[in-house]
């Protein structure tokens, strides 16, 4: 386990800590409507060592206590990371990872956070405020609804970052349902120009692995 100083703030009755797990936050999808509030500096520290254990391709993962179900890339291992509800990473790197966050919202609806477009500029916003980042390029984002399924409202966004760390694309999605925000994070570590290839093998696993999520128990 990796400690850190605690770094904890409360947006909206919502205590955030400093403990989430990389990529969109419940922070970024706020910050254009509460610029004025306080957030904290450091989003991304882990405090939990992930523990793998083998998925098997093609398998349906099952959050019944959280009412979501989902299917990871091929041979991604399971594991934990402190914040996530789940937590995937690529056998052949560890930087490539699929995460589930839920966090309590007073919202009904994802459209009341705004459009899909509204909220793009706000994960972007907040992406060229970290020091860390060189360049944030929204590559696509789409609102959704998941026809035969869960019948909600979906918000898709892709988008690359190039920072000190290296560079990535990083693929979302968003749902709002029983008051709680579901964000599915997608991020692939990859060269410039790998970051560029639409049709790169490891995002479009992802991107799969995106479209797969649903909400169940309703």
Known sequence: TILSASCKCAIDDVVLSDQSPPGISYEMLTSGRRSSRRFCNSLLIILATPIPSRAIAGEVYSDAANDFQLVPPPRWESGSKSGASAFFTDPDSKFNNLGVTITPVKIATLQEFGTAKAVADSIIAFEKKKESTKEAI????????????????YYDFDYTLSSTRGNKRVVSTVCVYDKKLYIVNGQYFCKADACKDEEAAKLGEIRRAL?????INM
Not at 138 to 153: F, K, M
Request: hydrophobic share 30%; charged share 25%.
């Open 138 to 153: 929204l590559n696509d984002l789409s609102s959704r609804t998941n026809e035969g399924a869960d019948q909600l409202t």
């Open 211 to 215: 479209k797969s999520f649903s909400i």
